[in-house]
């Protein structure tokens, strides 16, 4: 087996995985195929759909084909790509129970010629006592321990499954363990109740706990996603496999998926949607069809959907605007932008995760936007590796100016040339650090540096931001270790807070001046001001 990494962002990767029915690109979305019924045949979703992979039940295949002889997958679902096979562990999940031993159903998934195949795991389940939730984990493990000896040798890729629903430790224990084993493939089982309910931040932590505990370099698959909505997220988080039979289950019901959420068809007036099937057709043209044929073409406008929207996570993975997409997408629904919001709680592992520079500059919408990686990064790099110039004993806080990068601006390089010529010498004891949110504090000589001149911030600037930006420049004033701190300010809120902040962290210092002007910050008496507090000795304030 072979997974080769081609592009990342975030802890979203590019990858291509080789099996023995041909190579997959990852992220993937992999269609749930009912073997006894199919709304779309599977031979028409590689070609007119793109699905290059596959998923379908094994174990309903044994209980209907099982007799059959020389029986292959491939020639039963008439598909030619990769087909991965399932167990028939969500059929314990819903009815309690199969007819099968671990035993048998590896054998029979070796004998179809299955590409990718699932060991018959125990799903946790969501509403269940924490007892029944560590006997899954601990059953699972000891059934991934006993199906090496019978997968050993095997042309298939293995799945080793984690689970542990929502009790984060068992997840993490179940992923740390199992990643242990020679599987090529992990898959988190049981997050499919969590997203049917919306619970998007639970599913975060859920994907999380195992994806910091499993290797890196095997694909990781969520089991039972299916809705384009929360794709970016997940794949944001490191999940390189999706699965679902939500297209099909979805036009059954008269549903009609969008990046946005689901919209039930008696609520549409429009389709919003350019699609083979939605161009050219109206909403009611797709009404005054039988039931049967429209739900067909329900069940390939949300196969198209969820391609579509997988294809477009690739193109922001390469850009590097992966961020980006999920912040759009977390507008589709109150949970969606709640799971954002737990984004923050990982926002080191997403930053060790993503590349130094793309080439892609930076949009700054909010304050959930704080959880960037470029946002982490800097505050992580300048607080371990930058330090003020040697004899700098100065501090002097410019208020950034609109024009980037800052340095460049007419007005302050105005103010540069006015304070070099009168203060002579002195001036080399002078620090300058500009102030602008979401970053703090940025040294003159790093403001032209990706991504600190690469960035459009929404105006005006949130709260949040403005308090995190304050804290931010006190933390840099405590450790630079300066005599005195002299804040040359305008009149906004930002400033204010930098100034308390500043005096805050000061307080060991002898004092901070400010030099503001009543209109304009570089204004001739804020100037005048300023060159008068830079001229004293510091002995003297």
């Known amino acids: 087996m072979a997974f080769e990494l081609r592009d990342r962002d975030l802890l979203g990767r590019i990858g291509r995985l080789t099996t023995m029915g041909g190579e997959v690109e990852t992220p993937a979305f992999m269609p749930v195929i009912n073997p006894i019924s199919q709304v779309i045949p599977p031979r028409r979703m590689k070609k007119e759909f793109g699905c290059d992979i596959v998923i379908t039940n094994s174990y309903i295949i044994r209980k209907n084909f099982g007799e059959k002889p020389n029986l292959d997958v491939h020639r039963l679902l008439d598909y030619d790509g990769v087909v991965v096979t399932d167990s028939g562990a969500y059929q314990i999940l819903v009815y309690g129970g199969v007819e099968v031993t671990q035993d048998e159903i590896i054998d029979f998934q ?33 059934r991934a321990r006993d199906a090496l000896p019978l997968i050993e040798g095997s042309r298939a890729l293995w799945v080793g499954p984690v689970q542990g629903g929502r009790h984060l430790d068992l997840v993490a224990r179940s992923a740390k363990l199992v990643g242990d084993m020679p599987f090529q493939i992990h898959a988190l ?31 990781l698959h969520l ?50 949607c350019s699609c083979p099937v939605c161009h050219g057709r109206s909403v009611e043209d797709l009404k005054e069809m039988t039931k049967g044929e429209r739900e067909r073409l329900l069940a390939e406008h949300n196969l198209h959907a969820c391609m579509t929207e997988i294809n477009t996570i690739k193109q922001a993975i390469v850009e590097g605007s992966l961020w980006d ?28 995760g993503t590349p130094l520079f793309k ?18 990064r800097y505050h992580r790099l300048l607080e371990a590796n930058y330090s003020p ?28 040339k006015t304070l070099s010529t009168e203060l002579g010498e002195a001036f080399d004891g002078l620090h300058i650090c500009f102030y602008a949110p979401p970053y703090g504090c940025i040294p003159e000589d790093l403001s032209e540096t990706y991504p600190l001149s690469q960035y459009d911030i929404a105006e005006p600037v949130d709260e949040e931001t403005i308090e995190f930006t304050a804290q931010s420049v006190a933390r840099h004033i405590g450790l630079g270790g300066f005599t005195r701190i002299v804040l040359h300010q305008g009149v906004e809120r930002l400033d ?19 030099a503001s002007g009543s209109t304009h910050p570089w204004g001739e008496e804020a100037m005048r001001s300023l060159l008068a507090l830079l001229s004293r000795p510091a002995s003297l304030q």
């Open 110 to 142: 070796k004998g179809i010629g299955s590409d990718i195949a699932v060991i018959l795991d125990i799903p946790t389940g969501w509403d269940v006592p924490r007892e029944r939730v560590e006997w899954t984990v601990e059953e699972t493990l000891r």
């Open 189 to 219: 089982g049981s997050p499919t109740e969590v997203m049917e309910r919306y619970l998007f931040p639970v599913l975060v932590d859920m994907i999380m706990a195992a994806k910091l505990n499993l290797p890196q370099e095997r694909p």
């Open 223 to 272: 089991f039972g996603a299916g809705h384009p909505m929360m794709f970016s997220l997940a794949v944001a988080l490191g999940c390189d496999l999706f699965d679902s039979a939500s297209y099909a289950l979805y036009a059954k019901d008269d549903r009609y998926l969008t990046t946005m959420g689901t919209s039930r068809m008696e609520d549409l007036s429009y389709l919003p």
């Open 325 to 352: 997409l999920v912040e759009r997408r977390s507008r589709g629904h109150p949970s969606m932008t709640a799971a954002l919001k737990r984004l923050t709680n990982y926002k080191d592992a997403i930053e060790e």
């Open 359 to 376: 080439g892609h500059g930076v949009f700054y919408y909010d304050y959930h936007s704080l959880a960037r990686p470029e946002v982490t």
């Open 389 to 416: 110039p040697a004899g700098a004993d100065t501090l002097l806080l410019v208020k950034a100016p609109s024009t980037r990068p800052y340095r460049m601006d007419p007005a302050y390089r105005g103010l540069r």
């Open 496 to 514: 204010m807070l930098v100034a308390e902040a500043s005096r805050e962290a000061c307080k060991k210092l002898r004092t901070i001046m400010e």
